[in-house]
């Protein structure tokens, strides 16, 4: 499984940005299992962001988030991405999308099944 996040740059204050995670060896519209954007920062835990199911139309979002950004799965394209809008400086984080099969939202990178490389958001006037 190969997960290839991209859309990442630099962005000022308010400003949008769309991420998007392109998957191959595994196909979204199948199975059971949550694809999750996740963030982290040099010297920082990872936060979990949002996440939806690989099958089903059930999203969730971090609280930090809510109303704020919008997760979608493209099951034609293989791909989810994450529509981030009203950028503040706070969300400035190399952003990851991973696959867990079982239920939850791991502080920790390794308790993911699959993740991808990351993209980078800047936010910054």
């Known amino acids: 499984v190969q997960l290839v996040e991209s859309g990442g740059g630099l962005v000022q204050p308010g400003g949008s940005l769309r991420l998007s995670c392109a998957a191959s060896?595994?196909?979204?519209?199948?199975?059971?299992?949550?694809i999750h954007w996740v963030r982290q920062a040099p010297g920082k835990g990872l936060e979990w962001v949002s996440s939806i199911a690989s099958s089903a139309g059930n999203s969730d979002y971090a609280d930090c988030v809510k109303g704020r950004c919008t997760i979608a799965r493209d099951n034609a394209k293989n791909t989810v991405y994450l529509q981030m809008n009203s950028l503040q400086s706070q969300a400035t984080d190399l952003y990851y999308c991973?696959?867990?099969?079982?239920?939850?939202?791991?502080?920790?990178?390794?308790?993911?099944?699959?993740r991808g490389q990351g993209t980078q958001v800047t936010v910054s006037s």
């Open positions: 991973a696959i867990k099969f079982a239920v939850g939202r791991p502080a920790n990178m390794a308790a993911y099944d699959y």
């Open positions: 060896g595994i196909i979204f519209g199948y199975g059971y299992y949550y």
